[in-house]
């Protein structure tokens, strides 16, 4: 079984009996039966602290990817609009806009050699194949489209496609994807 790093560090605590000392230092608090961290208790863990025979390690930072793209309020309409019941005459499969923003960020940080043109011309490629092969009525919901959480995992639908829109139509067949 897991523990956290703070499960962790209360084990330390009572093994290497630092508890009161901790409560008068005001690193924990406690009350009744209860014990809590205090915000104070950063200022005691730092990048190489050794606390028993705990020490914790310094981490560097993740480096955030830059999203090299911009979306246009029209273009995320635009996007939502190709499951709109006008464009595919189905109802019910247009997502909610922030939740659909959201999971937009989310594919162009995980793959930014997409952009936001080549989003929209795999969806058209997804919704055309659909159409072709008589399959409308599988389509995904909009926001499952980009990311929808299979046995745990997020997998995108829309990534798929987008790689068939680069290799101009020639990857998949309907049948691998759907």
């Known amino acids: ?13 009572q093994q290497e009996g630092l508890l009161q000392q901790w409560i008068d230092q005001g690193y924990l608090r406690h009350s009744q039966s209860s014990y809590m961290w205090t915000d104070k208790i950063k200022d005691l863990v730092g990048p190489t602290t050794v606390i028993g025979r705990l020490q914790t390690a310094v981490i560097p930072p993740i480096e955030e990817k830059k999203v090299p793209f911009s979306l246009e309020p029209n273009q995320l309409r635009e996007f939502i609009d190709k499951f709109s019941k006008q464009n595919i005459g189905l109802a019910g499969k247009t997502t909610e806009k922030n939740n659909v923003l959201r999971k937009l960020l989310k594919f162009f940080k995980e793959y930014p050699e997409y952009t936001m043109a080549d989003v929209l011309l795999a969806t058209d490629l997804y919704i055309n194949n659909l159409r072709k092969t008589g399959s409308l009525q599988y389509i995904r919901e909009c926001g499952y489209f980009v990311y929808k959480k299979i046995d745990g995992v997020d997998q995108s639908d829309l990534a798929k496609w987008c790689e068939e829109g680069k290799s101009g139509g020639t990857s998949y067949s309907s049948h691998r994807v759907l």
């Open 1 to 13: 079984m897991k523990k956290t790093f703070y499960e962790v560090l209360w084990s330390i605590c």
